[in-house]
């Protein structure tokens, strides 16, 4: 992922509201939301490093990674998609997880992680060194710098969610969508300085990246109640923003729906 709000504990019907862009190669093969055959995941699945970027289970459970834009830093490591994965198949709750991931985080390419269980949400990152931090209750945001980077987009996307939560939202969820969607590009002012140059950061700088290589293939929206029922929506996109289709799946239940174009 590269784009993440969430809202933790501040919604009366739902524990979880998270929604996020991936933006990846679109060379790079993946599969779209699915339960998997191997594993009790609810999530898309990397075909390349075989991990996911984000994931839910039917006990509730949630991971998200997001990589870190640091062209200077070498990339080595295991993949950060494991991580997700190893959370979301072991049993080990978001407290001890996070302690116990500390001592091994360094050994990962860069990453942050966000971690949910019934009772607990938790921070975790390795860059510039492993730290692991409580979420509090409210609406937060990532991208792929740190917890709460006050990225433009990132900012924008919080403040939907804030705002949707306000609202009362519930089960409709086109006004994160449209967030999710947003192509506008940030004024120079307001761009980060992540050492890729400033026609890449206004380039990457929308919620919703378009173009032939390199662009947003997923947006996805999870919502989890306090009695732990709840739905993952993802919409999948092709080269130039071209709608791939769309996967709707209940967390503790059955398939709801499932559509997808060709």
Request: charged share 25%; with cysteine; hydrophobic share 40%.
């Amino acid at each position: 992922m590269c784009l993440i709000a969430f809202a933790w504990n501040v919604h009366p019907r739902w524990r979880l509201v998270l929604a996020g862009n991936r933006d990846e190669f679109h060379a790079r093969p993946s599969a779209p939301l699915a339960r998997w055959d191997d594993a009790p995941i609810i999530g898309g699945r990397d075909l390349q490093a075989g991990g996911t970027w984000l994931g839910v289970t039917d006990t509730g459970r949630c991971c998200v990674v997001t990589n870190v834009r640091d062209p200077r830093d070498p990339q080595l490591g295991v993949s950060r998609g494991m991580l997700a994965t190893d959370f979301l198949v072991g049993s080990m709750d978001a407290t001890t997880h996070a302690r116990q991931l500390l001592g091994t985080a360094s050994e990962y390419r860069p990453f942050n992680l966000l971690t949910f269980d019934a009772l607990d949400a938790f921070y975790l990152g390795n860059r510039p060194e492993p730290r692991a931090q409580a979420v509090a209750r409210g609406v937060h945001g990532l991208s792929n710098a740190d917890f709460n980077t006050p990225w433009p987009k990132t900012r924008k996307l919080m403040s939907c969610l804030q705002g949707w939560v306000d609202a009362g939202g519930e089960d409709e969820f086109n006004p994160l969508f449209n967030a999710l969607a947003d192509e506008r590009v940030a004024p120079d002012a307001e761009l980060p300085d992540t050492g890729v140059g400033l026609e890449r950061e206004r380039m990457l700088s929308p919620a919703f990246i378009r173009s032939e290589h390199y662009g947003t293939r997923a947006s996805t929206i999870v919502a989890i109640g306090h009695d732990g029922s709840g739905v993952i929506v993802e919409r999948r996109f092709g080269p130039n923003g071209r709608f791939d289709g769309e996967t709707i799946l209940r967390i503790a239940d059955s398939l709801l729906a499932t559509h997808s174009s060709t």
